[in-house]
């Protein structure tokens, strides 16, 4: 299903920076209406409140906790496109004496906050035929061992929006996932990727693939890698009817 940006209202969650930020302002230059900027911190998105004014409405939520997302949910009704950025990715391997505790950590925020937000957002995206994005990583496909936590945590994350697709895709519901590679963000950096595609890269893939109506977003030079090893079984397995 086809989403055009122009004249939406949207939410973003994880506003106030890299990818997020990024995400607001292609929404905005491609004609959305309003964004809401859904951040921990109301504090740390004054740039965009004074670059968008009207444009943009900050509200504090935190992905790690159901309650702050279905208050969220609620005081945005009128939300048609909204777009789980918010994430974490410490680097953590397999084997370690922090592992279990840093898994659980990613899967609370990279994977249970999905859930949160898909459920807390569910009635008002039906109601709206509206679109939900998920912001996933090519480490949904392949565990990086120096970041296996977090690949597990994408991982568990890609497959829950298959179940979205299939969920409310059924209700008009369009979904999107994306899977950049490394992005030049402070997740990023932290993680050890000194290099990577621009924020923009992924903000502006978005607005495109929305447009397209695609389930997958593969948007820079690493990720279109993954995409062409990948494409047969997606086609066949992922996207089969």
Known sequence: MSVSIENKVALVTGANRGIGKAIVESFINHGAKK??????????TKELEEKYGEKVVTLKADVSNTKSIQDLAEQTKDVEVVV???????????????????????LNVNAFGLLRVANSFAKTLEKNQGALVQLNSVASLKNFS??????????????????????????????????PGPVLTDMGKAAGFDEGASTSTISEGIVSALKAGDFHLFPDEMAKQFEGAYQGFSDAIVLAE
């Not at 964004?35 to 740390?44: H, T």
């Not at 789980?84 to 990613?106: L, S």
């Not at 979205?164 to 899977?179: E, N």
Request: aromatic fraction near 6%; glycine fraction near 8%; hydrophobic fraction near 35%.
């Open 146 to 179: 120096a970041l296996s936590t977090y690949s597990a945590s994408k991982a568990a994350s890609y497959s829950l929006t298959q179940g979205l697709r299939t969920d409310l895709g059924a209700k008009g519901v369009s979904i999107l996932s994306v899977h």
């Open 84 to 106: 789980n950025n918010a994430g974490i990715g410490t680097p953590q391997d397999t084997i370690g004496e922090n592992a279990e505790q840093d898994f659980q950590n990613q």
């Open 35 to 44: 964004v809401y900027l859904a951040v921990r911190d109301v504090n740390s």
